[in-house]
């Protein structure tokens, strides 16, 4: 069947949305507060019906578009971990998790999907958003799955270990499944990026990508509040280290054909990875355009989710939909 809608919130670059497009879905309206985030969204979609604005203070009765819809999804901002606890920002995190909640109260989707870090299915620390969300949900006749994805399963060339919350009406679904892997052997960074380095006539490029023979370690986007752009923490740093690239920081354009790879010299003898190919990594398309300055741009990037991820849980979430409508044409 067809004729899904979504609301999505948060939607940063889009990826999100842009799978959940691939899986049969129509957005009826994506929100972000991030004036570089809409463009992006703008820029690649000029149809979609694009709204800046806080999550916080989005009042769904001004926009009747987003009501009678099937999905609600949201890629929300990492909620804190046990490092980040006292940071001012942590609880700006977590109040957008609960608004989204409290979103689903207004607008009554069929279905909810909320993506975030993969604590957020499991951990402890994360158990009282879990009660919060279960007691809401469950009150409105919702019911849960709460599972863990990881990015690589579904043929993107990085590591990235999700949470998910899907929710689904109790009188409208058949059981909701997570989404099976797509793909049996990973994706490398060497195989996913190794045209793009060679895109300037770099003679090392076959040579480099044969060293960067596994998939990339989790992309950070960091905080619009915090530092400038890099690969992540000191551990992806090492990893990144050992197939040559250079992850202290983020590069303005691959290497030209005079360029010296040597690792051994240290970070100097390294590549550095592009905004664009980071957005490689992250399996959005080549033609799609990152609006902003680099590390406005490589921020968008960290953050969003991949599409083919967006997608699978997509047609995980039309499968259990439709699967009911299915049954109700039937009777």
């Known amino acids: 069947m067809s004729g899904l809608t979504f609301v999505d919130v ?12 691939r899986a049969g879905f129509e957005p009826r309206l994506l929100l972000d507060e ?25 009042d769904p009765s001004e926009h009747p578009e ?23 920002d942590s609880r700006v995190e977590e109040r957008l998790l609960e608004a989204t909640v ?10 909810v999907l909320i993506e ?37 399963d579904f043929g993107v060339p990085q590591n990235r270990k999700q949470g998910v919350l899907v929710a689904v009406e109790q009188n409208r679904s058949e059981p909701f499944r997570p989404p099976e892997p797509t793909v049996r052997e990973p994706r490398t960074v060497g195989d996913a990026l190794a045209t793009s380095m060679a895109s300037r006539g770099w003679p090392d490029a076959a040579r480099w ?14 905080s619009k509040n915090r530092g400038g752009a890099d690969l992540g ?3 992806a740093k090492r990893k990144w280290a050992t197939m040559g690239v250079d992850a202290h920081t983020v590069g303005n354009e691959v290497p030209s054909p005079d360029f010296a790879w040597d690792p051994a ?25 990152i609006a902003g300055l680099k590390t406005a741009r490589y921020r968008q990037v960290g953050h969003a989710t991949p599409p083919p991820v967006g997608e699978a849980l997509g047609l995980a979430v039309a499968e259990a939909l439709d699967g009911a409508r299915a049954v109700t044409a039937a009777g």
């Open 102 to 111: 409290y979103l689903v109260h207004a607008i009554r989707p069929r279905a």
């Open 209 to 222: 990508a044969a060293q960067a023979d596994q998939p990339a370690p989790t992309l950070v986007g960091g």
């Open 233 to 235: 923490p000191t551990g």
């Open 66 to 88: 987003s009501y009678d819809v099937d999905l609600l999804s949201a890629g929300l901002p990492r909620v804190r971990s046990n490092a980040t606890v006292g940071r001012a």
């Open 10 to 21: 948060c939607s940063g670059a889009g990826g999100l949305a842009l799978g959940l497009e």
């Open 265 to 289: 010299l240290g970070r100097d003898g390294m590549v550095k990875i592009t905004v664009q190919q980071a957005a490689l990594l992250q399996s959005f398309p080549e033609s799609w355009e």
């Open 116 to 152: 975030n870090v993969p604590g957020l299915a499991h951990a402890d620390e994360y158990r009282p958003f879990r009660d919060f969300a279960h007691a809401e949900l469950t009150h409105l006749g919702y019911e849960f799955s709460w599972f863990v994805v990881n990015a690589v």
């Open 34 to 58: 991030d004036d570089d985030a809409c463009r992006t969204l703008r820029t690649n979609r000029p149809r979609w019906n694009v709204l800046q604005a806080d999550l916080l203070d989005f």
